[in-house]
């Protein structure tokens, strides 16, 4: 799978680092000298975060390559992006060779964010609009306007990626996602100009209150709550009068004027000046990891994209030993000391059981059923230390199946294949209604049973049965 990047900028370096990174080879058409250095720089921010998003390894990384042939770039391409600046006569002759040198049956998008189909392929192109929202790598919204039988393709190309496409139901000026922007961004000008609120206190506004609520929301289910008991309709009786209130400035502009610019553009590097856009970009990065997993564990918003794309990644096998973890440490699992955190041992272990159970057939729909396991004792073992952005993998070793037992033994490996910890762990099978201890239903004893004769002619791995402070 190819897909040909055609500008490199910071939305075309986010597309380049989405393909990328789920396994697609990425080759890249633009002129500009400084191209291939800002694209690295994009690339290695997504390959420091969009990973730690995932408990499950992304593919390999496909091959990037950058072209000075725009013939050369899309050759073989599956998918072409075009990401050139906002300039519709530009795009007219972009997008115009592109239709001519693409192979017929690769997806064309664009990236505008104010453009209709209608206008991109007035010369003649065959273009969709395929508008992401910046980073590209770890936002997963991308709004597709066009022919219903392209975008409803080009969906399902996004989907493999880990992202959302939502198909605009009709062409309209910057579509959806950005009017709404507008809306906000107009009056904040507003309040800027009138000297209401500075740069950072509408900021402030945002992230502090509803931009909040909005990560897992949305607008109208918000309000929804806000309606209380009664829902929408007492909301909209309660609120709705306010509409008809001169609150806002919607439907004026303030004047754009240089005035306006040096106000707006001072007080921002006065709120953060200081900081570079890279430093800001991993900030951001980081920041929206985290927000972005929480949401992934209650499966709400763009959590539940991220764990539909989780459940497409192949799980790895080895012989001898099944692989029970694969995937890259996160920031958030680093303490104080610059390394992963005692505890996140733990936790990534405590992962490696709940795969196991899954293989073996104790995963969700049999505990739904009212059985599983727990955990009644670990042991762990530090042998080396692990960073974020280091790769780690588990391997499970079956000690032991008896009746209601499993005694399991976990090898974390970090990314050069060394043992850094080893964890080992008995778990009960519980009958989840009585909270007592209960024999396992008889297929999975027997999945348990057949692992467990299979490991039986390993060694005994060095650190099973010992206790704290056990010295040789």
């Excluded at 050369?72 to 040198?101: C, F, I, M, N, Y």
């Excluded at 929202?133 to 989907?159: D, K, M, Q, S, W």
């Excluded at 692992?451 to 056990?470: C, I, K, N």
Aim: with cysteine; glycine share 10%.
């Amino acid at each position: 799978m190819k897909a040909a990047i055609v500008g490199g900028g910071v939305i075309g370096g986010g597309w380049a680092a989405r393909f990328l990174l789920n396994g697609w080879d990425v080759s890249v058409f633009d002129p500009d000298p400084e191209a291939q250095r800002r694209i690295g720089e994009v690339i290695a921010n997504a390959r420091r975060s969009l990973p730690a998003l995932y408990d499950r390894a992304l593919p390999d990384e496909g091959r990037l390559t950058f072209h000075a042939d725009l013939a050369e770039a899309v050759r073989g391409a599956g998918w072409v992006q075009e990401s050139t600046p906002e300039r519709l006569e530009l795009k007219h002759d972009v997008l115009a060779s592109l239709s001519s040198l693409a192979p017929e049956k690769a997806v064309i998008g664009s990236s505008t964010s104010g453009f209709k189909p209608s206008d991109l392929n007035a010369g003649g192109a065959r273009a969709i609009v395929a508008h992401p929202f910046n980073p590209v790598y770890l936002l997963p919204l991308v709004e597709l306007v066009g022919a219903r039988e392209e975008t409803e393709r080009a969906a399902g190309i996004l989907r493999s990626l880990g992202m959302f496409p939502l198909i605009v139901r009709k062409e309209i000026d910057a579509h959806i996602a950005d009017r709404l922007l507008e809306a906000v961004w107009r009056e904040s000008l507003w309040l800027v100009r009138d000297g209401i609120a500075t740069t950072e206190e509408i900021d402030e506004a945002i992230r502090m209150g509803f931009g909040l609520r909005w990560a897992q929301m949305g607008l109208f289910e918000t309000y929804r709550i806000a309606g209380g008991e009664a829902g929408m309709k007492h909301f909209l009786s309660q609120f709705g009068p306010a509409l008809k209130w001169p609150w806002t400035k919607l439907t004026n502009v303030p004047e754009f004027d240089d005035a306006l610019v040096e106000l707006v553009a001072g007080q921002s590097d006065a709120q953060s000046g200081q900081l570079s856009v890279r430093v800001l970009e991993r900030l951001r990065d980081d920041n929206l990891v985290g927000m972005l997993r929480a949401l992934k564990k209650s499966g709400s918003g763009a959590g539940g994209v991220l764990n539909r794309h989780e459940a497409l990644l192949r799980r790895p096998e080895t012989d001898g030993l099944p692989v029970t973890a694969d995937r890259q440490i996160p920031q958030g699992w680093t303490d104080y000391n610059g390394h992963m955190n005692e505890a996140c041992y733990l936790e990534a272990s405590a992962a490696a059981s709940d795969r196991f159970m899954e293989m073996i057939g104790a995963d969700a729909d049999y505990i739904a059923g009212g059985k599983s396991y727990f955990t009644v004792e670990n042991h762990l073992r530090y042998l080396k230390e692990l960073h974020a952005g280091e790769r780690l993998t588990i391997t499970t070793q079956v000690l032991k199946a008896e009746g209601r037992k499993m005694h399991l033994f976990h090898f974390l490996k970090g990314g050069d294949g060394s043992l850094a910890a080893t964890a080992e762990t008995l778990l009960f099978h519980v009958d989840l209604t009585t909270r007592r201890s209960c024999p396992p239903a008889p297929a999975i004893a027997a999945r348990l049973t057949a692992l467990a004769e299979a490991h039986a002619a390993l060694p005994v791995p060095e650190g099973a049965g010992r206790h704290v402070g056990q010295r040789g």
